[in-house]
């Protein structure tokens, strides 16, 4: 009797584990889909796999979740999706050095143990969205030559483990937060962006003025 309820938990911890593993699968594949890749560096990203733990430029840990995507300087093209917020292990989103057009989805709020978020030097637009604030593990922010507009979501200052943010290169506007992690950042990590008014004195100016 015990033996075969040890077989029952052997069996559902395995239908978790695949089904975690088909779930991460059809993110990274949603991701695939919407990516140009004229040199072919995806080729090994195969859909039908339990899990893409065997697929190049993905790494997962022991239990089969996946930790990194190391995407940078690959010559990529297309958007990012909203399914990426399922990768709910994922530590290093590295997609700099690409083409990348679109916006950033406000469901990469939802990777909670992200450390690293690489996104400089593509041609991102839109906004920087607030939902990065829930990123309560993220060391480091890289968004720096893109064409992102609007303000730095005050929601940033917040995250007690930042500790390098680069939004230089872009067309934010309003002012440069001071307080929390940013003060500590460099100014010239927030330069190139003509219709930013300055850091922010706290109690003296209004925050976000003109954008």
């Known amino acids: 009797m015990a033996g075969g309820a040890l077989g029952l938990a052997i069996a559902a911890a395995l239908v ?19 990516l140009g890749d004229p040199g072919g560096v995806l080729q090994s990203w195969d859909p039908t796999l339990v899990n893409p733990c065997t697929w190049f430029h993905v790494t997962c840990d022991r239990d089969n979740r996946v930790t990194r995507l190391d995407l940078g300087n690959l010559n990529l093209s297309g958007h990012l999706v909203p399914e990426l917020g399922k990768l709910d292990h994922l530590q290093y989103l590295e997609l700099y050095k690409n083409n990348i057009q679109g916006t950033i989805p406000s469901e990469l709020g939802n990777l909670k143990n992200l450390i690293s978020l690489d996104l400089y030097k593509n041609n991102i637009s839109g906004t920087i969205p607030p939902t990065l604030g829930k990123l309560k593990s993220l060391v480091f922010l890289r968004l720096n030559g893109n064409r992102l507009t609007g303000p730095i979501p005050r929601e940033l200052t917040g995250i007690s ?10 067309d934010l506007c309003g002012t440069i937060p001071t307080s929390g992690p940013f003060e500590h ?27």
């Open 16 to 34: 978790v584990a695949l089904a975690g593993g088909n779930s991460e699968g059809d993110a990274l594949s949603a991701l695939r889909r919407s």
């Open 161 to 170: 483990s930042l500790k390098v943010v680069d939004v230089s290169s872009n």
């Open 185 to 211: 950042i460099p100014l010239s990590n927030f330069e190139k962006n003509p219709r930013f008014e300055g850091p922010e004195l706290q109690g003296l100016a209004v925050y976000d003025t003109n954008c």
